[in-house]
């Protein structure tokens, strides 16, 4: 019995490979760039070194000039006067950037986008992604479906903690010897002038474990000063739904950790101890010898309160 064997037909040749030039070649290797103006008060200059922070884990590192940047991010603040205004005017002037390279993403957040939304988008056409504090978490998905042509994204809901709102982590790399550190968010006092609890929701505590754990790395890593932020920072563990320590127990326990020479913490408004002093605060007036609150002086509506370096 003969068997028949399948006819094996030959491989086309191969075509070349095209060659790529050495300019070419190099701009693959190029990092990519993003550049972050920020305004207004302390918590947006935190908000603005974890961005930098997320998108560094994407393969992004900071610029000083929008004009060589992939991305581009305004960072909104809408306590200071004509703050929509201003933000739409640095906008219009990324304009020309846009043109110049269709593929930058420009991203508004902050305050601003939470309040005004989708309205930002219909009134800033070339921009491409609005979204509120409490979604910076997802900056670097966001920034990857617009560059993969999945459309324009609006993401300013408030969220609470059982709606999924979690603070983000610190990321790697070098910190400053003074550094940041988010122990709670929003404010339930929506004072007639304020904005804030509609901008930033309502109090969320972070928990004390997370808490300290960063602040421990931070020491690690270099940190002598930490300064501990929220809208108002000393309502920390209020909430009966928190289960948190109080706000004078974290900083004794942030004064524990080794490292750590000095702290600091704002926004501390004084009608929260008048309502409910803390007997915590008096425990051991000397344990605390180099921690000073920035409080005071640094309301959120105190033009002091800026940091440096930050748009008026």
Do not use: W
Request: some cysteine; charged content about 25%; proline content about 9%.
């Amino acid at each position: 019995m003969v068997t028949k064997l399948p006819v094996v037909q030959p491989l086309p040749p191969e075509e070349p490979a095209p060659v790529q030039s050495p300019l070419h070649f190099a701009a693959s290797l190029a990092p990519r760039r993003v550049y972050i103006d920020t305004f207004g008060c302390q918590m947006n200059m935190h908000d603005s070194q974890r961005m930098v922070s997320l998108m560094a884990s994407e393969g992004y590192v900071p610029t000083e000039t929008p004009d060589d940047a992939d991305l581009i991010i305004l960072n909104s603040c809408s306590v200071r006067e004509k703050a929509e205004q201003k933000v739409r005017t640095r906008a219009g002037q990324m304009k020309k950037v846009k043109r110049a390279n269709p593929d930058v993403v420009l991203a508004i957040g902050g305050c601003v986008a939470t309040q005004e939304g989708s309205k930002l988008l219909e009134r800033i056409p070339h921009a491409d992604i609005v979204f509120g504090p409490d979604h910076i978490g997802r900056l670097p998905e966001m920034v990857r479906s617009v560059q993969a042509e999945h459309g324009r994204f609006d993401e300013t809901r408030l969220l609470g903690r059982k709606a999924g709102f979690d603070f983000p982590k610190l990321g790697d790399g070098p910190v400053e010897v003074s550094a940041f550190v988010s122990v709670m968010k929003g404010c339930d006092k929506f004072c007639t002038y304020c904005v804030v609890p509609y901008t930033r929701g309502r109090e969320v505590s972070r928990a004390a474990s997370e808490i300290l754990d960063e602040v421990r790395v931070l020491a690690e890593r270099g940190t002598k000063e930490v300064v501990l932020l929220g809208q108002t920072v000393n309502s920390y563990g209020n909430r009966p739904d928190d289960g948190q320590i109080p706000f004078a127990e974290l900083l004794y326990r942030v004064a524990e950790i080794d490292g750590i020479e000095r702290i600091r913490f704002t926004s501390s408004p004084p009608v929260v101890l008048l309502r409910r002093p803390d007997p915590g605060l008096l425990r051991d007036p000397e344990a605390l010898p180099a921690h000073a609150p920035a409080g005071a002086e640094r309301q959120h509506l105190d033009p002091a309160g800026d940091a440096p370096g930050l748009h008026p």
